[in-house]
Structure formats: structure tokens, C-alpha cells
């Protein structure tokens, strides 16, 4: 049982690049999410998905897209890279969306620099 | 609305001192209450939870109790360790949509 792995785990981008940022979890979760983490600020929801098909914007969803193909995987993409996007980016998966119940599980991060 | 206010950091303590981390929270309803732990280049780990008032969530020697009339969550530990030098967040859980929201952190430095 991996948890949440992510890829890459640093990324280095020039401004108006676009790149894929890797989610998967193994534990067959419902719920699925995007984190960004920048100094101060604690954790801000990018998108999340309730379920394969199924994805909505979070707080700061500007500049980013997403897809839930399948129930494992919920990869983000940066359209268009800008050095604000510099930051810590997390995935956390969760067994239900709707029982509150249920923890988040994390993966270990992806840390991007723009430059 | 949903939101958390910890305690701002950083917190500077040494070996076997008495920890509290303060978390406040404003909420619809009534949310489950987390704490996770970030180690230095990690993720971040469920540390404790409590999913209704006066419940007692603790793990590793840590503890915290579901206020729901004074609306806390304040993270406690009597014997602090040099390992549990970390950022501790605060965050709630709301039955709707599944987010979580998160308080800002608070950074534990613990000296030997």
C-alpha cells in the first residue's frame, strides 16, 4: 500500500511553461484534492474531485486545470506558469467526501519554483 | 462560514516543557477537528482527530478535546520531545463537500 505518491517532487519552470504535476493513491478513495502551501499562508484548496468524472474549483483555482479520469489518479496543470505559482503543492486523498469523519491521507509534496 | 485561528508561531520550548497550541474555529453545523503534523521536507500526517463535542482525540502523547461552547481544539502535550520539533496544523472538517480547512500553522522548535 503506497498512500499518495506524487511526481515530481521539485520541478524548476520558466514563466509561460505549462506542466503536469502527478497524483495517484492505491487506497480506492472517493475524494481527492489539491493543496498549495506557501509561507504563512497554510494550505489552500486548488481543486478537488468528488469521484472519477467529478471535479470543482477550490479557493485559488486561477491558472490551474484538473481531470479525474480514474479513480486513482488526479494529475493538476499548470496552464501557463507564473513565478506566484511558486509554492509547495499537495495531493490528499480522502475514503468519502461527504462523511466528515474520515481523515485526509497526504502525499509528500511537490515543491516548483518559477523563474 | 468555515475557518480556524491557531496560535501564531513560532513556538521556541525546551526538552519536557508543557505544550499548548491554541485553535479556535468558526463553523456551520457540526465539523470533525484535526491535527496534522508536518515534519521538515514531509507531507503532512494525521496526528489526532475528534468528530464530536467532548470527544478526546490523542496519539504519541498528544491530546485534544472538542470544545464546542468555547468552539476550541487546543493541542496539548505535557512532555515535549527534540523530535517533536515540527509545524502543527489546525483544520476542520465540514459534512459538505469534504474540504478541509486549514489554520495557518504553527512552527514547535524543541531544544535539547
Given at each position: 500500500?503506497a ?12 514563466t ?9 493513491q492505491d ?9 498549495r ?17 467529478i ?6 483555482p ?10 486513482e489518479d ?6 501557463s506558469?507564473?513565478?506566484s505559482?511558486?509554492?509547495?503543492y ?17 502525499g ?8 | 462560514g468555515?475557518?480556524?485561528?491557531q ?12 505544550l499548548?497550541i491554541?485553535c479556535t474555529?468558526t463553523a456551520?453545523?457540526?465539523p470533525?477537528l484535526f ?9 503532512l500526517?494525521?496526528l489526532l ?8 482525540g490523542?496519539?504519541?502523547g ?27 496544523f ?5 459534512s459538505?463537500?469534504?474540504?478541509l480547512?486549514?489554520g ?7 531544544w535539547?
Amino acid at each position: 500500500n503506497a498512500g499518495v505518491t506524487q511526481t515530481p517532487k521539485f520541478q524548476v519552470l520558466k514563466t509561460g511553461q505549462s506542466m503536469t504535476l502527478q497524483c495517484a493513491q492505491d487506497m480506492n478513495h472517493e475524494y481527492m484534492s489539491w493543496y498549495r502551501q506557501d509561507p504563512g499562508m497554510g494550505l489552500r484548496l486548488i481543486h478537488y474531485s468528488v469521484g472519477a468524472g467529478i471535479t470543482d474549483q477550490g479557493e485559488v483555482p486561477n491558472g490551474y486545470n484538473v481531470s479525474r479520469s480514474t479513480t486513482e489518479d488526479f494529475p493538476l496543470r499548470l496552464l501557463s506558469a507564473a513565478p506566484s505559482q511558486t509554492s509547495v503543492y499537495f495531493c490528499a486523498s480522502s475514503y468519502s467526501a461527504s462523511d466528515r469523519t474520515y481523515e485526509q491521507y497526504f502525499g509528500p509534496g511537490t515543491r516548483l519554483t518559477v523563474t | 462560514g468555515n475557518s480556524v485561528t491557531q496560535m501564531e508561531g513560532p513556538v521556541t520550548l525546551s526538552e519536557e516543557a508543557f505544550l499548548t497550541i491554541n485553535c479556535t474555529y468558526t463553523a456551520t453545523g457540526y465539523p470533525s477537528l484535526f491535527w496534522y503534523v508536518q515534519y521538515p521536507g514531509e507531507g503532512l500526517q494525521l496526528l489526532l482527530k475528534a468528530t464530536k463535542a467532548d470527544d478526546k482525540g490523542s496519539n504519541k502523547g498528544f491530546e485534544a478535546t472538542y470544545r464546542k461552547e468555547t468552539t476550541s481544539f487546543h493541542l496539548e502535550k505535557g512532555s515535549v520531545q527534540v523530535s517533536d520539533s515540527a509545524v502543527y496544523f489546525c483544520a476542520l472538517k465540514h459534512s459538505t463537500l469534504g474540504r478541509l480547512y486549514f489554520g495557518r500553522g504553527t512552527q514547535l522548535t524543541v531544544w535539547p
